[in-house]
Each structure stands twice: as structure tokens, then as C-alpha cells.
């Protein structure tokens, strides 16, 4: 009898126009934002490119460079500034994942790769990042997770929540249910043939963008698989909406508007809320304090830089400065001013760093009251531009610059260049991606979550459609 069901009802679905044009919707919406996000994936990734190949070109002539001036190939007025601990540098970059595109979330705000000297202050190894147009940022970018969170429920609500009380305000609900079959499993059979036809509307447009784009490979990716193991669960969980609707057996627009503020809820007012709630629970400290700090530190090491440089050379002999020095005093006294500054305003970057991490822990928490926090995280896990990801990367970026300057201090106040072989031993780490068990671990939890969220839903609608009357 199910089965006869179920091709009655997709019979009637493809003579359906309305139902017809929603998926039909889909497919473009999911079309559009795969290729749009696609594209801007390969934009990072020819730009990052492009960046590496400088960088290790310019890397490579350095060190040729240093090693045939102390072979008397070469001589200073061909290459002055070679081997200068001041002007050596070298780039961090977080790399982008197969599918980024599918799911920005915040990787046009935050910073993927870092430029890092002898005179780079701590809060300027991210000048360099590339920003967009403002307006731009603020609206957000179309992307295949907007389309998952925020369109997808709207489309199963509104073909989902009236699968019975348009049969019973037609009054052909009666001859419906007078057949061998329950008001429960009717309604499960077509609430489910909806969302199933969604979800595969969604997934269709999808591979077409990928292979426009020329991504078919991704197809097979355990990110791509992990991608719509999501989806599917979170367009599960509004299919148990959708039925809890059904189950509260009201008239066709009183379904629709309760689904439609259910969304609202769901979607922008609980997260909205967390966010406040998480603020609230621990502000950030003031950020005038931490720029009225960094400015009279520095305008206090800026006047005491001649003492700077002579204490720092009176507890390190051995680096006294000799006539011919390739760094000018200057550079020197700026080097040990900065530490200085960095030093006095430790203390206020320490409690911004806590204040943060307190932040992340409120929303770690209250994310798992709110469906779309957690299939949002977990879609932007998949893709790699999850927050806690860029949190590790500037992290790393700040270990990097602290082992860098402790690699040139040396060369630096005793004046001198680098030699070939400190040059080749100078940092140059790559990022350190979270282990594969903590990602898996999250996936877990956060599809665990989902299903017992729907399945907790679908229960009461369950009880509540055992009792469904048709007057």
C-alpha cells in the first residue's frame, strides 16, 4: 500500500507546476552558488599560487645570491641588500581545501596568509591581506551553504507543512484515510517524497556546477561526502518540522504561517541570540585601552632607544657592533622598541586572547540549542573555512614570527648578514592542519545532534498524528 502511495503521490507531484518550478529553482540556485563559489575558490587559489612562486623565487635568488658574495663571485654593489637579517622575510599561508567554495562562511574576512620580518610588528604580519569591496563583505557571498541553511527549509516548509490539511479542507481526506492507511503514515510518505525530490534538485545542481567548473573529481571526496551527509540530515530535521506542523492539525494558512515563523526562529533568531548571549558573557576588553597602551610604550622606547640598544649590548658582549655594519643603528634600536612595546602590552593582548576564547566557548555551548549552528559549523568544517581553523592559523602565524625573530637577533644587533648557512636554516614552516580524529569527532557529534533533534521532533508528531482527526 506504501508503495502504491508513494507512486500515486509522485504522479500527481510531476503534474504539480508549483512543485515542479521549486525544484526546478533549486537546481539553478545550487547551479549559480557551486559555480560562484568555485570560481572565487580558484581567484584564492591562482592568487595564493601566483604568491608562493614569488616568494620561493625571490627565496631561492637570496640564497644564491648570499652564497656567491662569500665566494668573491660577487661583490656588495651587485647585491646590497643580500642576506640584511632587517629586509630577509618570508610568507605563511593556510591553504584552501577542495571544495572551500561550497561554504565561505568567514574566509573573506579572515586573514589566510601572513608576511613576516625582523621589523614587523606583531598586529601587521596580516597588512597585506587582500579585502573586497566593503559593501560587499557586509551582504556576504551566495554560496552553496546559504542556499543549504537558509533556502532549502523554506522549500521543504512550504510543500511539507500542508500535505494534509489541503486534502482536508477539499474535504478528500476522508476518502483518502477510509483506505488501509493511517493519517501518520500518509503524511510521512509525502512530507519524505518532497524532501527527497529537494534534496536531490539540490544535489543535482551541484554536480552540474562542479563540472562546469571542472571540479567533477570532488565528487569523491570524503569532504564532498561529509558536504551532504549534512545536508541531508538538516533537511531531515525540517522534514520532522514539517511533520510536527501537520501533526498540530491546522488549516492550510494557519500551517504556513506557523512554519514560516518557525523558520524564523530557527534560522535567524536563535543564532542571533547566541551571539548576544556570548558578547554579554564575556566582553572584549577595551580596544582604546589596548591603542593608548602600545602608543606610550612606544613613544617611551623610542626615547629611551639609545639606552635600548646599549643595555641590551651591555648583557650581550659578544654582539658589540664593530665599524662597517650592515645594519644602521636605527634598525636596531626600532628591533629592541618593538620587543619592548609587544612586552608592555602583553598583558592587555592576553586578556583580548581569554575574552575571545570565553566567547568561543559560549557559542561552542549554545550552538548545540540552535539546528542551524550546528549544521552550519559542520558544512563549513567540511570545507575548511570553519573559524576554529583560522583561529589556528593566526596562532601558528604568531609561533612563526616569534621563531623567526629569535632565528635573526643575532645577525641583527651584531650588525652583520646572514651567512649561507643561517639563511638556510631560517624557519619556513607549513601550516598544521587539525588532526583527521578531532575532525571526524566533530562530524560525529554534530550529525548526532541533528538526527536527535529530528528524531526527538518526529516522535511528538508521531504521537500527535496517531490522534489526528479529520474534522
Known amino acids: 500500500m506504501s508503495g502504491d502511495i508513494l507512486r500515486a503521490e509522485w504522479l500527481l507531484l510531476r503534474r504539480d507546476r508549483t512543485f515542479l518550478a521549486g525544484c526546478a529553482f533549486l537546481v539553478v540556485l545550487a547551479l549559480y552558488a557551486t559555480f560562484s563559489g568555485v570560481n572565487w575558490q580558484q581567484a584564492r587559489l591562482v592568487a595564493q599560487g601566483q604568491s608562493i612562486d614569488k616568494h620561493a623565487s625571490q627565496w631561492q635568488r637570496e640564497a644564491t645570491q648570499l652564497a656567491a658574495l662569500e665566494r668573491g663571485e660577487i661583490t656588495l654593489s651587485d647585491a646590497p641588500a643580500v642576506g640584511l637579517p632587517h629586509v630577509v622575510r618570508t610568507e605563511?599561508?593556510?591553504?584552501?581545501?577542495?571544495?572551500?567554495?561550497?561554504?565561505?562562511?568567514?574566509?573573506?574576512?579572515?586573514?589566510?596568509?601572513?608576511?613576516?620580518?625582523?621589523?614587523?610588528?606583531?598586529?601587521?604580519?596580516?597588512?597585506?591581506?587582500?579585502?573586497?569591496?566593503?559593501?560587499?563583505?557586509?551582504?556576504?557571498?551566495?554560496?552553496?551553504?546559504?542556499?543549504?541553511?537558509?533556502?532549502?527549509?523554506?522549500?521543504?516548509?512550504?510543500?511539507?507543512?500542508?500535505?494534509?490539511?489541503?486534502?482536508?479542507?477539499?474535504?478528500?481526506?476522508?476518502?483518502?484515510?477510509?483506505?488501509?492507511?493511517?493519517?501518520?503514515?500518509?503524511?510521512?510518505?509525502?512530507?519524505?517524497?518532497?524532501?527527497?525530490?529537494?534534496?536531490?534538485?539540490?544535489?543535482?545542481?551541484?554536480?552540474?556546477?562542479?563540472?562546469?567548473?571542472?571540479?567533477?573529481?570532488?565528487?569523491?571526496?570524503?569532504?564532498?561526502?561529509?558536504?551532504?551527509?549534512?545536508?541531508?540530515?538538516?533537511?531531515?530535521?525540517?522534514?520532522?518540522?514539517?511533520?510536527?506542523?501537520?501533526?498540530?492539525?491546522?488549516?492550510?494558512?494557519?500551517?504556513?504561517?506557523?512554519?514560516?515563523?518557525?523558520w524564523a526562529v530557527v534560522v535567524l533568531i536563535m543564532p542571533a541570540l547566541a551571539t548576544v548571549v556570548?558578547?554579554?558573557?564575556?566582553?572584549?576588553?577595551?580596544?582604546?585601552?589596548?591603542?593608548?597602551t602600545a602608543r606610550e610604550a612606544e613613544n617611551a622606547a623610542n626615547l629611551a632607544g639609545r639606552e635600548l640598544l646599549q643595555e641590551y649590548l651591555l648583557d650581550h658582549p659578544e654582539l658589540e657592533a664593530t665599524r662597517g655594519d650592515a645594519v644602521s643603528p636605527f634598525i636596531k634600536t626600532f628591533f629592541l622598541a618593538q620587543r619592548q612595546v609587544e612586552n608592555a602590552v602583553t598583558p592587555i593582548v592576553e586578556r583580548f586572547d581569554a575574552a575571545e576564547r570565553r566567547q568561543r566557548l559560549w557559542r561552542e555551548t549554545l550552538r548545540w540549542i540552535s539546528p542551524r549552528d550546528i549544521a552550519s559549523d559542520a558544512l563549513l568544517l567540511s570545507t575548511g573555512n570553519g573559524a576554529a581553523r583560522f583561529t589556528t592559523f593566526e596562532r601558528q602565524a604568531r609561533e612563526v614570527r616569534g621563531t623567526w625573530l629569535k632565528s635573526v637577533e643575532t645577525a641583527l644587533i651584531s650588525g652583520r648578514r646572514l651567512t649561507a648557512d643561517e639563511f638556510a636554516t631560517l624557519p619556513r614552516p607549513m601550516f598544521r592542519e587539525a588532526q583527521p580524529r578531532e575532525t571526524a569527532l566533530r562530524y560525529a557529534t554534530s550529525l548526532t545532534a541533528l538526527l536527535l533533534f529530528a528524531v526527538l521532533i518526529a516522535l511528538d508528531a508521531r504521537r500527535r498524528l496517531a490522534r489526528y482527526s479529520v474534522a
Open 92 to 262: 605563511f599561508y593556510l591553504p584552501p581545501s577542495g571544495i572551500s567554495g561550497l561554504a565561505i562562511g568567514e574566509a573573506e574576512l579572515r586573514p589566510t596568509y601572513a608576511t613576516i620580518s625582523a621589523t614587523t610588528r606583531a598586529h601587521e604580519i596580516f597588512r597585506f591581506q587582500e579585502v573586497d569591496n566593503p559593501v560587499l563583505l557586509g551582504l556576504g557571498r551566495f554560496d552553496l551553504a546559504f542556499v543549504v541553511i537558509y533556502l532549502l527549509p523554506l522549500l521543504i516548509a512550504g510543500f511539507g507543512c500542508s500535505v494534509l490539511s489541503v486534502d482536508r479542507d477539499s474535504r478528500t481526506l476522508q476518502l483518502v484515510l477510509s483506505q488501509p492507511m493511517t493519517a501518520l503514515r500518509l503524511a510521512t510518505l509525502r512530507v519524505g517524497l518532497r524532501t527527497t525530490a529537494l534534496i536531490t534538485a539540490l544535489l543535482l545542481g551541484t554536480i552540474a556546477g562542479l563540472v562546469l567548473t571542472g571540479l567533477i573529481g570532488q565528487l569523491l571526496s570524503w569532504a564532498f561526502v561529509g558536504f551532504f551527509a549534512v545536508t541531508a540530515t538538516y533537511a531531515g530535521f525540517w522534514a520532522a518540522l514539517a511533520l510536527w506542523i501537520v501533526s498540530l492539525n491546522r488549516g492550510t494558512e494557519t500551517s504556513a504561517l506557523l512554519m514560516v515563523v518557525t
Open 278 to 292: 556570548a558578547r554579554e558573557a564575556s566582553p572584549m576588553p577595551s580596544r582604546l585601552e589596548y591603542i593608548v
